[in-house]
């Protein structure tokens, strides 16, 4: 039998050294290389890292039961990643065709260390970016025009190379932008300038959040910042738990009236009161007994939603959950393993697992009304080599999302699809080709959806 060590690291899919902090290594699940053997299945084998006592599966009693979701309503902008500081958006008008429109570059793209992970946003009939290389651009939202284009490389940093990660919000026609580069900037959304920057300790992966006159983000030595957005003055910090390995994408902090709800890497979902950083309760979103080496890496990558008094936050450690947001205490949980943000729409919650199930849940219990796998039927043969020999094994794709548009289900993947599912059913009703692989969720502003790639591409969907 392997070691621990030995088989937590055959497992890993890629393992990073940041140049901002020697210490922490941030695992990257978006990366399609192979560079080894990841897994001890067999060729088209899955491996799951849930115990086989614990298999997710419909409730019977929920078969054909209907469940209510939000009225349609159109977005006229989606200022922060999650579209709202609670970081939840209801059932969107748009896209109802589900066709290309038109595909922009707005900068570089994921290559040789560099990686796209920031999450777009839009206001005043504007897109705002970040590409590869710390780069903010905005693009105007009908014709996807580059309208100004603003590096966050300070110039004087010596120690920092690579600036990837990070993400944008806006407010009141500024933009606020956290930085592989250790800093937090603000600039003017009309023409890019930049306003203040701030020092950070450590390198920021997660795109901010920002209500109350204050920035809240979180650094990748699990340390939560505060600005202010005038000034950028800093303001109270809380430090989590250090934890050594991390997913490559991170997190934002999701805020409810003077509750901030922050997730980190060290598995900890922890509430704090905006004004002073006090902290209200600590949840760990990590499993008691982990049997597999992937469940060690306790990261809540995913944006915690707040939704009607509730946090719901799936980790990578294989814990789902609905926590009640005034008392902390556990309301339900399910062995899903995530890495992106779920969903709370109505009666349900939907959520896409790591593996590719989409995951549509009771909001109150979290009994299960349906679930789709995305990856069914999956050929893992490998690609090249020469006569059946060598070549590299392919990997399933990472799906991200959901966006609830038209009661439909709209969920990216690294595999150049979106996919569209009925979210009453879980019927696949529409796979569109949008030749590009993408890791954030899509979002929606107007009559459009946009998924940003990997290939830093920005794509308009109508």
Not at 78 to 103: C, H, K
Not at 118 to 145: C, N, T
Request: charge should be neutral; proline fraction near 5%; hydrophobic fraction near 40%.
């Amino acid at each position: 039998m392997m070691n621990r060590p030995t088989f937590l690291a055959a497992l890993l899919v890629a393992a990073l050294g940041v140049s901002s902090c020697a210490t922490v290594n941030r695992l990257n699940p978006f990366d399609k290389r192979d560079d080894g053997p990841v897994e001890l299945a067999g060729e088209g084998q899955r491996i799951s890292i849930i115990p086989p006592d614990q298999v997710l599966e419909a409730a019977p009693a929920l078969k054909g039961v209907d469940f209510a979701l939000p009225p349609v309503e159109k977005l006229a902008a989606w200022p922060v990643p999650g579209g709202t500081v609670e970081q939840v958006i209801g059932n969107v008008d748009a896209a109802p065709d589900l066709s290309v429109t038109w595909r922009k570059s707005f900068g570089l793209g994921t290559k040789r260390g560099r990686y796209v992970t920031a999450p777009p946003v839009g206001a005043d009939g504007k897109i705002f970016l970040m590409d590869a290389e710390g780069w903010v651009a905005a693009m105007d939202a009908r014709s996807g025009a580059q309208l100004w284009r603003t590096s966050t490389n300070p110039g004087d940093n010596k120690r920092d190379r690579l600036g990837f990660g990070g993400g944008v919000a806006y407010a009141d026609g500024k933009l606020y932008v956290s930085s592989g580069y250790r800093e937090v900037l603000q600039m003017d959304a009309q023409s890019g300038a930049i306003g203040w920057r701030a020092r950070t300790g450590e390198a920021i992966h997660g795109a901010p959040t920002i209500s109350g006159g204050r920035v809240f983000a979180v650094a990748i030595d699990n340390t939560l910042h505060t600005f202010d957005m005038a000034t950028g003055a800093p303001g109270w910090t809380y430090q989590a738990l250090s934890e050594s390995a991390r997913i490559l994408s991170a997190s934002s902090p999701a805020i409810s009236g003077d509750t901030v709800v922050a997730a980190f890497g060290s598995g900890e979902l922890v509430a704090l009161r905006t004004a002073n950083g006090n902290d209200l309760w600590t949840e760990a979103l990590s499993r008691a007994s982990r049997t597999s080496a992937l469940s060690e890496i306790r990261d809540i990558p995913g944006r915690p939603a707040i939704y009607q008094g509730d946090v719901f936050a799936v980790s990578h450690s294989g814990v789902f959950s609905a926590t009640d947001l005034r008392t902390g205490q556990a309301r339900w949980s399910l062995p899903v393993v995530g890495i992106t943000a779920p969903v709370p729409a109505g009666d349900v919650v939907f959520v896409v697992s790591k593996t590719g199930e989409v995951i549509c849940a009771s909001r109150e219990n979290g009994q299960i009304f349906w679930m789709r796998d995305l990856n069914e039927g999956f050929n893992a043969k490998k690609q090249g080599g020469i006569f059946g020999i060598g070549g590299q094994a392919k990997t399933r794709p990472i799906w991200s999302g959901p966006l609830l548009a038209n009661d439909r289900l709209l969920i990216v993947g690294q595999n150049g699809e979106l996919v569209a599912l009925n979210a009453k059913t879980g019927e696949i009703t529409k796979r569109l080709d949008i030749k590009g692989s993408s890791i954030t969720s899509p979002i929606a502003m107007g009559d459009t959806v946009y998924v940003v790639t990997q290939e830093a591409d920005l794509i308009a969907i109508r």
